[in-house]
Structure formats: structure tokens, C-alpha cells
């Protein structure tokens, strides 16, 4: 049997790439999704898309700070802390998934 490291650091590279690419996703077709997610009542599309670019430039800006993070070793091996990042970057992928494919 193998350390956990073994496991885990795989695992929170990958679910956290995935987020990203996900992310990335929103940034490049902002426009489309603020159409979508709005619907039929475009009124308010100006301040919908402004909003959506600062959240997903903000995201961003998180991503570059845990990748900072992860490959300079300071949670690195870190058993719990990979666990919860492998887990929230899974969940946040997986949502953020729905929200370009379901229109929220």
C-alpha cells in the first residue's frame, strides 16, 4: 500500500484543473452565458455580464494564488487540507459545469 500522498496529490491537481478549465469556460464565453442565463428579459444584461467577468476574474485570481500554493509546498502534504481541496474543487467543478450547461 502506498502513502497518501500517492493519492491525493493526483487527485487535487486534477479536480483543481478541472475547476479551472471550467472557469475558463465562463471567462471566454461571457457574453453567451449572461444571454442564457437571463433568458427572455435581456433588460438587465449590461450589469449581469459585469458582474459574471468580475466573479469569474476573481476566481481566477484564487486559482493563481492555490496554484502558487500548491507548487511551492505549503499544503502540499498536508493530508486534510488536500482532502477538503479535492472535495470543494470537485463540487465547484461540477457546479459550475451546471450552471453553463442548465442556464442558471
Known amino acids: 500500500m502506498g502513502r497518501v500522498e500517492d493519492v491525493t496529490l493526483p487527485a487535487r491537481f486534477i479536480t483543481t ?21 437571463l433568458g427572455t428579459d435581456q433588460t438587465d444584461f449590461a450589469s ?24 511551492t509546498g505549503v499544503s502540499l502534504f498536508m493530508p486534510t487540507a488536500n482532502a477538503y481541496y479535492i472535495f470543494s474543487h470537485f463540487f465547484g467543478a461540477l457546479f459550475v459545469g451546471l450552471f453553463v450547461y442548465l442556464n442558471w
Open 17 to 37: 484543473a478541472a475547476h479551472l478549465i471550467a472557469t475558463l469556460t465562463i471567462v471566454y464565453d461571457t457574453e453567451a452565458t449572461t444571454r442564457r442565463a
Open 48 to 71: 449581469s455580464k459585469s458582474n459574471l467577468e468580475g466573479l469569474a476574474w476573481t476566481s481566477l485570481i484564487f486559482f493563481a494564488i492555490e496554484f502558487a500554493g500548491m507548487f
